[in-house]
Structures are given as C-alpha cells and as structure tokens.
C-alpha cells in the first residue's frame, strides 16, 4: 500500500512538471497577444521608473524617468539627468497637455496629442496598443522574456525599428529600444519598476505642482550669454543664409531650394505659453518638443536654459533631427 502512495505521489508529480512544461512551451505570440488585450484593458492607473540612454551623433545622454498614469487619459511624465535634477515634465490634464520645465518656470499648453509616427517610450498603454497594431512585427521567446520588434510605420527618416521586451509571466515592460535605419541603437529604456496598484488624486496632475520642482531663486544663466547654437544636421541641399544675434535672441536662417527655415533661441521668459489650435507632442529622447499644425509649422522646445523655435515647411520628422542635432553644438 505504501508503495502504491509512492508511485500515485511521483506519478502526480510527473504530470505536474509535464503540464508546466507544455504550458511554458504554449507561450505562443497568439496567447501573448491575448493576454497583452486583456492587460490593456484592465491597465487604469501605473507609475512606472526606468533609465534611459540616448546615443545620437556621437552623443551619450541618461536620463531618469518617472512616469503616473490615471485613467482616462491623466499623466504625468518626469524627465530628470544624470544627477537626478528634474528638467522637464510633460503631464495631461482636463485643460490640455503641459511641457513644463521646472529651473526655468517655464511652461507650454496647448490641445492635442502625441505624435502617431513616433512610437511610445513612457506611457505603457501605448505601447500594448503599437504591438497590438503593427502589420509589421516579430516575436521571439527566450528564458523570463517575450520580445516584438516592430517597424516603424509611418516611416521615420530617424528610426528604423522599436523593440519591446517584456516580462514573460506578468508582460510588464522590462526595455524598450529603439533603433535607426542602420539597426545602431539610439535609444534605450530599461524599467526599473512597475506598480499596477499605485493610485493619484488630480492634484497630482496639476503643472503648478511641477513648477514648484525648480529653484526659488533666479537662475545665474538668465542674464548670461549663450552664444550661437547651431545644427549639426540639416537636409541634403540645406544651407544657412544668415544668422543675427541681437538683444539675446539669436535668429538663423536656412534654405533648401525653395523651401526656408527660421531657427530661434533666446533665454525663456518665465511665464505659461498657451499655444493655439492644436498641435503634437514629440519626445526628441528626454527633451519633449511641440509642434504646431499647418502648412508652415513651429517646433518649440528647451534644453540647457535655452529655448528654441524652428519655423519652416519641412515635416515634423525632419525638424525632429534638426533638433536633435542641436543637442552636441555648443554656443559659438
């Protein structure tokens, strides 16, 4: 009888770790799909923190993250360097979506969205719903992971490729990558957290509360010169005209053909810049830019105390690169 235990007990067990096994193996991307739906679904409120390092023209950059997300739509996103200084903050709310940056008391607002060709880097909903979405993807399976590489559609004249991992039990992000067209990888954010459970009050999305993050005290930068920033990138064909530098405000121009463009920098003024109509929200990795609609359109942006205003007729893609390319130029 004893026996007979023994074997019923090491049989069970058996068909324990053979149903394990086959259920691990069933893992297919059908089921992750599945599942990703019903995370999206029942996905109403995260914070999430993570690391990300931007390499772009020679340039390494880290950036720490931390992002709040409240159902229906409320978040906010905090971009902080490399010594934990708050620098930029992007938070949605019932009036319109604010970039605000808290050293220089500055902030935008205006009515719109993120830009649809960028892919998504810190709100994982969007995530889930690029996967969901793409005609285009690949998905792999190793030990504790799941990944899809993804191709960017619209094409983007920057990126190439997004690649997503995820935990394999819980489908958490664990690292987002993305890539060029070359395949070298420009950007990637490794999460350091994600809690499902946390929970904000509106207060918590209110941009005066961002503000509030900087120094009481007027910046030594404000009255100090910056000299002439300038792109390191432009379009084939593209050229700079002229450049005047008055007043501390710097003006450059440039053409391509027939085509023109307006570059602006000068110290911001500390005060909340309503934008009309609408416009896009787009992530120049760790630096969030807006851009107005139109024909002939406006990037704006800040970095290093300097706030810059692209105008011209290229697309937001290219004006994107331009930015980026402003990022390792130091003032002449």
Same mark, same amino acid.
């Given at each position: 009888?004893?026996?007979?235990? /023994?074997?019923?007990?090491?049989?069970?067990?058996?068909?324990?770790?053979?149903?394990?096994?086959?259920?691990?193996?069933?893992?297919?991307?059908g089921s992750v799909?599945?599942?990703?739906?019903?995370?999206?679904?029942?996905?109403?409120?995260?914070?999430?923190?993570?690391?990300?390092?931007?390499?772009?023209?020679?340039?390494?950059?880290?950036?720490?993250?931390?992002?709040?997300?409240?159902?229906?739509?409320?978040?906010?996103?905090?971009?902080?360097?490399?010594? @934990?200084?708050?620098?930029?903050?992007?938070?949605?709310?019932?009036?319109?979506?604010?970039?605000?940056?808290?050293?220089?008391?500055?902030?935008?607002?205006?009515?719109?969205?993120?830009?649809?060709n960028q892919g998504?880097?810190?709100?994982?909903?969007?995530?889930?719903?690029? /996967?969901?979405?793409?005609?285009?993807?690949?998905?792999?399976?190793?030990?504790?992971?799941?990944?899809?590489?993804?191709?960017?559609?619209?094409?983007?004249?920057?990126?190439?490729?997004?690649?997503?991992?995820?935990?394999?039990?819980?489908?958490?992000?664990?690292? /987002?990558?993305?890539?060029?067209?070359?395949?070298?990888?420009?950007?990637?954010?490794?999460?350091?957290?994600?809690?499902?459970?946390?929970?904000?009050?509106?207060?918590?999305?209110?941009?005066q509360q961002a503000?509030?993050? @900087?120094?009481?005290?007027?910046?030594?930068?404000?009255?100090?010169?910056?000299?002439?920033?300038?792109?390191?990138?432009?379009?084939? @064909?593209?050229?700079?005209?002229?450049?005047?530098?008055? @007043?501390?405000?710097? /003006?450059?121009?440039?053409?391509?053909?027939?085509?023109?463009?307006?570059?602006?920098?000068?110290?911001?003024?500390?005060?909340?810049?309503?934008?009309?109509?609408?416009?896009?929200?787009?992530?120049?990795?760790?630096?969030?830019?807006?851009?107005?609609?139109?024909?002939?359109?406006?990037?704006?942006?800040?970095?290093?105390?300097?706030?810059?205003?692209?105008?011209?007729?290229?697309?937001?893609?290219?004006?994107?690169?331009?930015?980026?390319?402003?990022?390792?130029?130091?003032?002449?």
């Open positions: 009888m004893a026996m007979r235990r /023994i074997r019923a007990a090491l049989w069970t067990a058996m068909c324990v770790l053979l149903l394990t096994a086959v259920a691990g193996c069933g893992r297919t991307e799909l599945n599942d990703l739906r019903n995370l999206r679904d029942s996905l109403k409120h995260y914070r999430s923190v993570a690391v990300m390092n931007v390499k772009t023209q020679g340039l390494e950059q880290v950036y720490h993250i931390e992002t709040w997300y409240q159902e229906p739509n409320y978040y906010r996103i905090q971009l902080a360097d490399s010594r @934990g200084q708050v620098q930029q903050v992007v938070i949605r709310n019932d009036q319109g979506i604010y970039i605000v940056s808290p050293p220089l008391k500055k902030s935008f607002r205006f009515n719109g969205d993120w830009a649809d998504h880097l810190y709100l994982f909903g969007s995530v889930i719903d690029r /996967i969901l979405q793409s005609p285009n993807r690949t998905y792999t399976r190793e030990k504790g992971t799941v990944t899809f590489d993804l191709t960017m559609k619209p094409d983007n004249p920057l990126i190439g490729k997004q690649r997503v991992i995820l935990d394999d039990r819980t489908l958490y992000p664990k690292q /987002i990558a993305f890539f060029d067209r070359q395949n070298h990888e420009l950007v990637t954010v490794q999460f350091q957290q994600f809690d499902p459970g946390a929970t904000f009050k509106a207060s918590d999305f209110d941009p503000l509030a993050l @900087g120094p009481k005290d007027e910046p030594t930068w404000a009255s100090e010169p910056f000299g002439v920033i300038e792109p390191t990138w432009l379009p084939q @064909g593209w050229s700079r005209t002229d450049v005047q530098d008055s @007043g501390g405000t710097v /003006i450059l121009r440039y053409r391509g053909g027939a085509e023109g463009l307006t570059l602006t920098e000068a110290h911001p003024v500390r005060t909340e810049t309503a934008l009309p109509g609408r416009a896009e929200l787009w992530d120049l990795f760790g630096v969030p830019a807006v851009v107005t609609e139109g024909n002939v359109r406006t990037m704006y942006w800040t970095r290093d105390g300097v706030q810059f205003a692209m105008t011209g007729a290229l697309s937001p893609e290219y004006m994107a690169r331009i930015a980026i390319s402003t990022f390792d130029a130091s003032g002449k």
